[in-house]
């Protein structure tokens, strides 16, 4: 059974249809990418599964529980953990501090984040460097290592992860793909929302294209990297 | 204008003023922590304060003080203020947990646009407002005696009574308990993830309903004793003491950077001083003035406040 079902999924702002009757699964321990252009409707389907977002119809199933309806603070405690996309750290806090939120939902906090923190550092040795610095103080790229490593101090079943190569210098962008394979070989089912399709559709096991809303295409990263329409329109290879 | 006498009783101005302003502070911070959260000015935090100030006085007649009663012995008068204090405080929260709940929280399920809870805020404070002249009346209501002002102490010639000591004394604690509560506790930390960014803090797991009650009581916790404070330091209250106090309170959490704890406790005393340094300089008629023309000149000129959002630890 997937860990996560997305049944015919819409969502509204306002009139104006952003996300329609996209359906997508993710099975335990799978990375699947959801890959498309800017205002597909990538973030728009993560802010509906993390609870941010009302849903206007469709299904969202976790580990077999309906939670389409469920607040967004106990779809934490359900095990799934969002890294927004951009600058969503609090700004006012410490790194150190930032990092302890991201535990905030854990009743077994106490026990588990000296590993957990242990973990984030080793992944971002970075963070560990500024981690009494203001979080507002950081740089882009360090605030999106900032975002993941807040998430997985969740110890999430399942991590949400959006654009987490924006506004990346490429050599960042690639050390950021290897740690995401290194967490999900560590035992954490992703769901990765990208526009360096490439970048994606390499590290994922399954790959799902949203155009305007709707999902266009499906498949593994492989096939997808390989098919020629799709390297004509997300890769810029004619 | 009258610079001798500020002259001359600048020392005494300043610690009256210091007393005052403390009070102002303790209100203050009701503003400043439900801004933090929802981008809001809870207009009816004045009549949670109100509520506080009925709330000592029914406490004190209780347990059978009166307004014409002598002065208790110190160890009742003690326990009373202890008392009076739980009261009061719990009374002011409940109030301000109840005006969240039926003024502001049906409007958050409903998206209302910001303009719409002003509304709602004016529209709690007079309701509020009016159920107290209806049931405690329209007149002034004298609180009694509980502490003779006695001189314990002079600092560069001005007498401190005990009743100055006690007030700020009780002020500066009540703030100390509060700010740790929000650096260091569980909810602390959740109240200061809404205010940064609510919807990462709802990706966290922070329960923002919950978030925005606590604030509420907070705030509400802190009015009750500062009502406490006020009907010591007055004597007497009214239906409609809220209204100028609110405003003061508002001023000075705006003086100090909305939405900052430490600037509200900054605000208030610097208010409480600026009223009694000019009320000596220009008259009495002229203290209220005085208030709202730093709000203005504020508002004109540094609508983030002295400390303003520099103070990123401190920001709620």
Redesign the interface.
């Known amino acids: 059974m997937a860990l996560l079902e997305i049944t015919d999924l819409s969502v509204h702002y306002g009139r104006v249809r952003a996300v329609h009757e996209v359906s997508l699964t993710v099975a335990e321990g799978e990375i699947v990418t959801l890959i498309g252009a800017n205002g597909a409707g990538k973030t728009t389907t993560m802010r509906a599964l993390s609870g941010l977002q009302p849903v206007s119809s469709g299904r969202i199933h976790f580990d077999g529980e309906d939670i389409t309806h469920l607040r967004a603070d106990l779809r934490v405690i359900r095990g799934i953990s969002q890294a927004p996309e951009g600058r969503g750290i609090f700004p006012g806090m410490s790194v150190r501090d930032n990092l302890d939120m991201g535990a905030y939902a854990r009743r077994d906090r106490h026990l588990t984040r000296a590993a957990d923190l242990e973990r984030v550092f080793t992944l971002f040795p970075r963070l560990k460097e500024r981690s009494r610095q203001a979080g507002g103080t950081l740089s882009g790229g360090e605030q999106q290592m900032l975002t993941i490593g807040r998430a997985l101090m969740a110890r999430p079943r399942l991590l949400l992860l959006d654009e987490p190569s924006m506004g990346l210098a490429p050599m960042l962008i690639g050390q950021i793909f290897e740690i995401l394979q290194e967490i999900n070989e560590q035992g954490t089912t992703i769901l990765l929302v990208e526009q360096n399709a490439h970048r994606a559709l390499s590290v994922a096991d399954r790959a799902y294209i949203l155009e305007t809303g709707s999902i266009v295409a499906t498949g593994t990263g492989s096939a997808l990297l390989d098919d020629p329409s799709v390297r004509a329109a997300y890769l810029g290879v004619a | 204008m009258n610079i001798d006498f500020l002259i001359d009783n600048f020392a005494d101005l300043s610690v009256t003023g210091l007393a005052q302003g403390a009070i102002y502070a303790l209100v203050a911070l009701g503003y400043t922590l439900v801004y933090g959260v929802l981008r809001l000015i809870n207009f009816a935090h004045s009549e949670v304060f109100v509520t506080g100030t009925f709330a000592t006085i029914l406490t004190l007649r209780g347990i059978g003080i009166g307004p014409d009663d002598p002065v208790p012995s110190l160890l009742m008068v003690l326990l009373t203020l202890v008392l009076a204090s739980i009261v009061a405080a719990l009374s002011s929260g409940a109030v301000a947990l109840l005006v969240e709940r039926v003024a502001y929280r049906p409007l958050r399920r409903r998206n209302a646009p910001p303009l719409v809870f002003l509304i709602s805020a004016v529209g709690a404070s007079l309701v509020l407002m009016e159920i107290y002249a209806l049931f405690l009346g329209r007149d002034n209501v004298r609180v009694g005696n509980l502490i003779k002002p006695r001189t314990q102490f002079t600092v560069f010639g001005a007498d401190v009574t005990n009743r100055q000591i006690l007030i700020v004394v009780s002020a500066v604690l009540m703030m100390v308990v509060l700010d740790s509560f929000i650096s260091r506790t569980?909810l602390g930390?959740?109240v200061?993830?809404v205010s940064?960014?609510p919807?990462?803090?709802?990706?966290?797991?922070?329960?923002?309903d919950r978030v925005i009650a606590l604030t509420f009581l907070l705030g509400g916790l802190m009015a009750g004793v500062a009502a406490v404070l006020y009907d010591l330091n007055f004597g007497v209250t009214k239906f409609s003491a809220g209204f100028l106090i609110g405003l003061k309170a508002f001023t000075a959490a705006v003086l100090g950077g909305i939405g900052n704890l430490r600037g509200a406790l900054l605000g208030g005393l610097l208010l409480g001083l600026a009223e009694n340094w000019g009320q000596a300089l220009l008259g009495s008629a002229w203290r209220d003035v005085i208030a709202f023309v730093f709000l203005i000149v504020v508002l004109m000129f540094r609508p983030t406040g002295i400390l303003g959002e520099s103070l990123?630890?401190a920001?709620v």
Do not use: S, T
């Open positions: 569980r930390r959740g200061r993830a940064q960014n919807d990462a803090a709802a990706l966290m797991g922070v329960n923002k990123g630890r920001r």
